[in-house]
């Protein structure tokens, strides 16, 4: 959560917060559940009732899950390429295919990345078979 930001709020692509209320019914102004400046918190708070917002305790806890939550796909994307697979979805690639800037994974067609392939020689090449992986 961001310092500030309404504990409810669920970005600007959605008509509702988590609490139900419309976005766009909280009157002229623009949305109260983000800072904005100029405007404090009691000035928001006349826009929305509801409005709450993140105490340090729980900003301090969100970061820590969001870094768990990090670490552990590392060390998953890790796992799933040392066994010659995809990052993304874990199936395992035969190939991987330049298109573009982009590298894809076969057969799945996740993106990998972008990139220029080289074989071993350090040839730029369209594709690349992949070898040795495993379901395991």
């Not at 000035?43 to 340090?56: G, H, S």
């Not at 979805?89 to 990998?112: D, F, H, K, N, S």
Request: glycine share 12%.
């Amino acid at each position: 959560m961001h310092p500030g930001t309404c504990k409810y709020f669920t970005g600007l692509a959605q008509q509702t917060c988590q609490q139900g209320i419309a976005y766009r019914t909280l009157g002229p102004g623009g949305i109260p559940c983000v800072p904005v400046p100029g405007r404090d918190e009691a000035a928001r708070q006349e826009l929305c009732a509801l409005l709450t917002c993140p105490t340090p305790e729980e900003r301090q806890r969100d970061q820590e899950e969001e870094s768990r939550a990090i670490k552990d796909w590392i060390i998953e994307a890790q796992a799933r390429t040392a066994r010659g697979a995809c990052v993304h979805c874990g199936t395992i690639m035969t190939a991987t295919r330049q298109i573009g800037r982009c590298i894809y994974a076969e057969p799945c067609g996740c993106r990998l990345g972008q990139g220029t392939l080289r074989d071993a020689t350090g040839k730029k090449v369209s594709s690349l078979p992949v070898t040795g992986g495993t379901d395991a």
